[in-house]
């Protein structure tokens, strides 16, 4: 059963200004309280490579490639993800991929650039289609040791995200996935308040995110290690 469908995939470093989720044609990981860039807009990110990029941005995948086992950075800065099963399929925006929920899967190499510092910002964001039943999809998720040792956002259920923060769930929210698809994003600012957006309105918070400083063993999208 195809259960979690994925479009544009994005990751930040810290930097000034506001949050990834600001950027609805782009998903991924932001690490950082970023601001908008002057003149970016929703359709200048939705043209693709050529568009401006937020600031502090450490990696974005636009699953644009429709085709093939590598998913690009389009940032240049190489976090190029190998795939893993999944069937290319229409998205949001070009192309994207459907993933089984159980086999299905992209990795991207462990980078200094993806370290969690105790008490930095980040967001991640991503669009995402229901494709079955969600039950603890991880959309993308940055480990920092053996099984299950992780964090990311998550599709806990077919109507709860939340962030994962490597000890419990937190920032659950009720949402709505049914029909196409939605933009979600997880912000963490000042290291232990997390955020949760869908469609870019604001539906949970928590101020307990874990704050531990974590080196990245690698970084999964549409699963978890």
């Not at 195809?2 to 600001?22: E, F, I, N, Q, T």
């Not at 990110?45 to 401006?52: F, L, M, S, V």
């Not at 101020?207 to 290690?225: E, H, K």
Request: net charge negative; charged share 10%.
């Amino acid at each position: 059963m195809l259960r979690l469908r994925l479009d544009w995939a994005l990751v930040l470093a810290p930097s000034s200004g506001l949050c990834a989720c600001l950027f609805p044609s782009l998903d991924g990981l932001h690490q950082g309280d970023a601001a908008a860039p002057d003149g970016s807009s929703d359709a200048a990110n939705d043209a693709g490579d050529a568009a401006p990029q937020p600031v502090g941005l450490i990696a974005s995948w636009t699953f644009d490639e429709d085709g093939g086992t590598t998913l690009h950075d389009v940032t240049g800065h190489g976090h190029d993800g190998v795939i893993t099963g999944g069937t290319w399929i229409a998205g949001h925006s070009g192309s994207a991929l459907s993933f089984n929920g159980t086999s299905d899967f992209v990795s991207v190499p462990a980078a200094n650039a993806f370290d969690k510092a105790s008490g930095a910002p980040f967001s991640i964001t991503a669009w995402v289609m229901r494709g079955g039943t969600f039950s603890h999809d991880l959309v993308l998720s940055i480990a920092f040791g053996p099984s299950s040792a992780m964090y990311g956002m998550e599709a806990q259920g077919n109507t709860l995200i939340n962030y994962w923060d490597g000890v419990d769930h937190i920032a659950t929210s009720t949402v709505d996935f049914s029909g196409t698809w939605h933009h979600v994003a997880v912000v963490v600012s000042s290291g232990t308040i997390a955020t949760a957006y869908f469609d870019g309105v604001q539906v949970g918070s928590a101020t307990n995110a874990d704050n531990v400083a974590r080196t990245c063993t690698g970084v999964m999208i549409g699963a978890s290690n």
